[in-house]
């Protein structure tokens, strides 16, 4: 299965409290209006203290091939082959078919690959910690939100002396011999040397929610691209070839998808009662994927059923969309983190462990409402996404092979 159990639990966590302090459960629909009216910083500050944000790493969704999968190798067979810590190795070599130039490749052939003592002499001076969710450009729920913690790519990159030629980088992990089992993916040498301001680098990653990556996270060691949909994130990492081609060779091309895509913005519900008593206030939540746009709403949509909606707007932008609420960053992180704390020195968070602005992009966001004032009857609830452009979920990119974004739908009945 991909979707994630423990992402529902953490999210019921999250927002469990929230409705609490609204005086959902069993109080008059006058108390919750003015609990409502009166929502303030603190029952915003309680509903954060309750969330379990990140997914601890071995309730992650899965997306992997190999057969057998590296991690399932026996022990021996994993040492030897370099897939545990003590002797893993990375070989950062020139393409053969282009001509790149490079004075101090490292490879296991010269005798000199990286190591992962080299790995972590560089993570001495160059570690980074940042927020990254997980998500398949062809599943519709994210896989997990971790805190990664790794090397930017470009320090080893730099350590092996790039002269010129040099336009893209191919890499690829353990495929047990097999180029049938090679997962390759690719990256323009721009985007590794460089991040537009506000963004996290290209990284070795070694680290998930302050642990050592388990082998079934792709460790000891995996690529990991903050912006981009999974599979430019190649697990059990061994080879990164530097070329002078220009062209992708992605793995993830074959099968249609969009290799060029970052992440979309889009919301999903978790929350989604499929029936409720008439006067009852109805809670609704949900999370939000932070893509390249950013968020500025979530928005939520009650249609009764028999009110059919003209064909010439798939994406009901003419429909009476009404705001949720996007809920605060935790101040509980969960995932397993020591007394659910963040570490120090995490990417755009502040001295105290608060974040610099919040949605954060290409991460998560918890979201909550209410749905209050419904007659009896059926109805189709629907909610979205509006990201910082001002644009509304699925635009501006509704194409299903650069990452689903399709607007979700459940089924509500009210009863007298
Ligand atoms: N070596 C390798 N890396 C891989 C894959 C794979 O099959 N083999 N799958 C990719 C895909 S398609 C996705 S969506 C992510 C999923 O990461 P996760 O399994 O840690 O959630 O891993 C990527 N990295
Ligand atoms: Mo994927």
């Known amino acids: 299965m991909f979707l994630s159990g423990e992402l529902h639990r953490q999210h019921l966590e999250v927002t469990r409290r929230y409705f609490l302090q609204l005086g959902v459960a069993g109080v008059s629909a006058l108390k919750v209006q003015s609990a409502w009216a009166e929502l303030d910083q603190t029952i915003l500050d309680e509903a954060a203290a309750d969330m379990g944000y990140f997914t601890p790493q071995a309730e992650f969704g899965t997306v ?61 001076k160059h570690a980074v910690r940042f927020l990254k969710i997980m998500t398949c450009n062809n599943i519709s729920t994210p896989l997990g939100m971790g805190l990664w913690e790794g090397v930017p790519l470009r320090n080893v990159i730099w350590a092996t002396r790039p002269k010129a030629n040099i336009r893209r980088l191919f890499y690829f992990g353990h495929h047990n011999n097999d180029p049938k089992q090679m997962f390759r993916s690719s990256l323009p040498i721009g985007r590794v040397l460089e991040d537009p301001p506000g963004d996290n680098p290209v990284m070795l990653c070694y680290k998930l929610n302050g642990q050592w990556l388990s082998g079934k996270r792709g460790g000891p060691v995996r690529m990991l691209v903050p912006d981009a949909y999974g599979f430019k994130s190649v697990k059990w990492l061994k080879t990164v070839i530097l070329t002078n081609d220009f062209r992708a060779n992605d793995t993830y091309a074959d099968a249609n998808n969009d290799i060029d895509s970052w992440m979309k913005t889009m919301s999903r519900f ?18 939000a994927q932070v893509g390249v746009g950013g968020l500025s709403k979530v928005q939520i949509w009650v249609n009764p059923k028999d009110n059919p909606w003209p064909e010439d707007d798939p994406y009901f932008t003419k429909a009476p969309w009404r705001d949720a609420t ?51 009857g059926a109805y189709d609830v629907r909610c979205r996404t509006i990201d910082e452009n001002g644009i509304a979920q699925p635009m501006p990119r509704p194409f299903r092979k650069s990452g689903r974004n399709t607007i979700q739908r459940f089924s509500l009945a009210v009863e007298a």
């Open 64 to 124: 992997e091939r190999g057969d057998p999968l590296p991690y399932t190798l026996p022990l021996t067979k994993r040492l030897e082959v370099g897939l545990e810590r003590k002797t893993w190795t990375l070989d950062v070599v020139p393409d053969p078919n282009s001509n790149p130039e490079m004075e101090h490749p490292m490879s296991r052939e010269k005798g000199n690959p990286l190591t992962f003592d080299g790995l972590m002499k560089l993570a001495e």
């Open 270 to 287: 978790h929350l989604r009662p499929d029936k409720a008593k008439v006067g009852e206030p109805i809670p609704v939540t949900g999370w």
């Open 326 to 376: 996007i809920l605060p960053p935790p101040t509980s992180w969960g995932g397993d983190l020591p007394g659910g704390r963040l570490p120090a020195n995490v990417r755009f968070f502040d001295r105290n462990g608060r974040p610099e602005r919040w949605p954060m992009r290409y991460t998560l966001a918890h979201w909550a409402t209410l749905l209050k004032d419904l007659k009896p």
